[in-house]
């Protein structure tokens, strides 16, 4: 599974969060857990397969944000306790 953090720029309220959001899904309907945060300036969601960064920019852009950094890296699952599952 992956992780993917994405820095942008653009979003200053509750309502652009759920643009960006939107896009994200759309864009990759696979997406999992997609979450955004205006105050931080970032997007987070979970994936199994890597996803298309330019697909990703393009869905992003399209919507009037801009996505300032993209990173994607593994991610494992832990149980309550901390261990991994």
Do not use: W
């Amino acid at each position: 599974m992956f992780k993917t953090t994405l820095k942008i720029d653009g979003m200053m309220c509750a309502m652009c969060e759920a643009h960006v959001n939107d896009a994200i899904r759309k864009a990759l309907p696979e997406a999992k857990k997609v979450t955004s945060s205006h105050a931080k300036g970032e997007s987070s969601f979970l994936t199994e397969l890597q996803p298309d960064e330019s697909v990703l920019k393009d869905a992003i852009d399209k919507t009037g944000y801009t996505v300032i950094s993209l990173d994607t890296q593994m991610y494992e699952r832990r149980s309550l306790f901390g261990r991994k599952k």
